[in-house]
């Protein structure tokens, strides 16, 4: 990585340097802090509505090329995948997405899935490698269904508050 790359990353931050370098962002999509794009960023597209929450790897190529390329037989083989991430998808926190993968539309990637494969439409995948376990409606029918009763508005007058009351109230 060049030094004037480095310094970039660390006056604009990885989100803007992103942008800058290529990155193909639908709108109001919601990038967390902390996100690595790669090298290759004009290799990624979001859609609009995608969230990526904090540590999230967009991995673009297949380093482990580095492994045999001073073979001469090898040395000019490279590995490269666009990642699109479709729109309405949220990609949790400490995830990982490999080359060439397409997340589909209305996705849910949960927390430290490591993403190898194509995520169908409408689906929750989880794991290493991640794997589909629902829709994303049994998902949302489920988090329906598990929800304690609460006050939106005392939620809203002061989030940090009300959540420390409200779940020391429901830890039974």
Known sequence: MSILRKAKLLLLGSHKVALEEGLNEGKNCSIMGGINF?????????????????????????????????????????KYGKINIKKGTFVGCNSTIMPGVTIGEYCVIGAGSVVTK??????????????????????????????????????????????????????N
């Open 38 to 78: 790669g090298s290759e960023p004009y290799l990624i597209t979001l859609g609009e509505h995608v969230r990526l929450s904090f540590g999230v790897s967009l991995v673009t190529h297949d380093g482990g090329t580095w492994a045999f390329r001073d073979n001469p037989k090898y040395k000019d083989v490279i």
């Open 118 to 171: 194509d995520i169908p439409d409408g689906t929750v995948a989880v794991g290493v490698p991640a794997r589909v376990i629902m829709t994303t409606e049994e998902y949302a029918d489920k988090c329906l269904r598990e929800l304690k009763p609460y006050n939106i508005d005392a939620y809203k007058k002061n989030k940090r508050e009300y959540l420390l009351k409200w779940l020391n109230d429901n830890e």
